[in-house]
């Protein structure tokens, strides 16, 4: 059991519950020389799934976003730091076993900046029941849950406690499955059915393809929204998909934008989203704003929002 590092403000808003890692960012141009060296612009940023999300949500208008995350005593200063600055309210548990987990992004600056990933979760997925409190809750309109909390067994019976203090408590929660291959290990039944206790899915195109086998995302979409009231299927440039009771309701645009780095622009979106649901807005005119959000990200090196000093990033590219 780890200690637990807070910092105060108001209460209200936002309590999201994920993953906080180290992204180790590498872009390089064209393909990987196997055997030799590739030229690239390496970046050690703050990253994490949950921690991005909450970040966004806080820079696009949430007052008061919580984060329940674990770290390695290794990191664990510095990513309180970033998150304060960044306006979330952090309780880290700092976990004295495992480091912080780390992700490598291998992100190809060519015309679609897609991006690889190479993950360590380290204390990440060391989440346990015993780090929950109800207390979190106090005063909280929405909770979030990253996927990435599913894909370990002990994460996994902390969202459940946490999903179930939420619906007791008649707080409205939201999932966002994180990553087909993860998905794929842990089993798309197993998912869905930790999925029917939520009330609104964020998964991205790929993910609502590989959750209902069928190939159009509007399709899937549709599908989902069967099981779960609310299904918001992010698309990337294609923009997103607003979909209830078995039918796409609404097609949101995105931007056109050249992206320097596609990283965080789902996190972008999904925290976005949620900042407008909680100020009142409509899932339609939530998806919007979270668009907007995803639009400014891919313009970024990274998945945080802007606001940090130094936090420019490369100008190659």
């Not at 872009?27 to 999300?53: C, E, F, K, S, Y």
């Not at 390695?72 to 960044?86: C, F, K, M, S, Y």
């Not at 600056?109 to 360590?120: H, I």
């Amino acid at each position: 059991m780890g200690r637990e590092v807070t910092a105060g403000g108001r209460n209200g808003g936002l309590l999201v519950v994920g993953d906080v890692v180290t992204d180790v960012v590498a872009r390089h141009r064209g393909p990987l020389a196997t055997g030799t060296d590739t030229a690239a612009v390496i970046q050690r940023l703050p990253g994490g799934a949950g921690a991005n999300v909450a970040c966004w949500a806080a820079h696009t208008g949430c007052a008061d976003v919580r984060l329940l995350g674990r770290v390695g005593t290794d990191t664990a200063a510095w990513h309180e730091r970033e998150l304060v600055a960044a306006g979330v309210r952090p309780h880290l548990v700092v976990d004295s076993e495992a480091a912080t987990g780390t992700v490598i992004c291998l992100v190809d600056t060519g015309a679609a900046a897609e991006r690889t990933f190479l993950t360590d979760s380290g204390a990440s997925l060391r989440l346990e029941p015993a780090d929950w409190s109800d207390v979190l809750l106090d005063g909280v309109a929405r909770l979030h849950l990253s996927g990435y909390l599913l894909f370990s067994e002990s994460s996994r019976a902390l969202a459940e406690v946490a999903l179930a203090a939420a619906r007791a408590r008649g707080v409205p929660v939201s999932l966002d499955p994180a990553s087909t291959g993860f998905l794929a290990e842990l089993g798309v039944d197993r998912f869905l059915a930790f999925a029917q206790g939520v009330d609104v899915l964020l998964p991205s195109r790929d993910e609502a393809c590989l959750l209902t086998g069928l190939t159009d995302p509007a399709d899937a979409a549709a599908k989902l929204s069967r099981l779960v009231p609310s299904v918001v299927a992010k698309a990337g440039a294609d923009g997103a998909l607003v979909a209830r009771s078995g039918a796409v309701g609404a097609r949101v645009p995105a931007m056109s934008v050249a992206p320097r780095d596609t990283t965080g622009a789902g996190d972008a979106f999904t925290g976005a989203f949620l900042a407008a649901l909680v100020s009142g807005a409509s899932p339609e005119e939530a998806a919007a704003r979270g668009c907007q959000a995803g639009t400014e990200a891919v313009r970024r090196v990274g998945g945080r929002p802007p606001g940090r000093p130094g936090d420019e990033g490369s100008n190659w590219g």
